[in-house]
């Protein structure tokens, strides 16, 4: 596994110190923020880096709880993944869509 993370992901991770990250150990928060927030060369490091299974299981485990409803959403589809149910009741939720 490389550890190299790219530069352009320093801001996906301001709250952290971004040289201390490590790709092994904090694997899901590295997964978490490339997915809502990286480009596409992000996420081809990303692919490379953990491989289409590792980022596949971690959307259909913990992506309905961590990533925002669109780009979850979004990642079901291109995982070819069965979406989970959305986490509010429909009269709680801002737009109705």
Do not use: S
């Given at each position: 596994m490389k550890h190299a993370m790219p530069p352009t992901l320093i801001p996906c991770f301001q709250e952290y110190n971004f040289?201390?990250?490590?790709?092994v150990q904090h694997a899901d928060?590295?997964?978490?923020r490339i997915l809502a927030y990286g480009n596409r060369s992000e996420v081809s490091w990303l692919w490379r880096?953990?491989?289409?299974e590792r980022v596949r299981a971690w959307v259909q485990?913990?992506?309905?709880?961590?990533?925002?409803?669109r780009r979850y959403t979004?990642?079901?589809?291109?995982?070819?993944?069965?979406r989970a149910p959305h986490p509010r009741p429909r009269e709680q939720r801002i737009w109705p869509y």
């Open positions: 040289e201390a990250l490590d790709p928060l590295i997964i978490e880096t953990y491989g289409w485990h913990d992506g309905a709880r961590r990533l925002p409803w979004l990642w079901c589809v291109l995982l070819d993944l069965p």
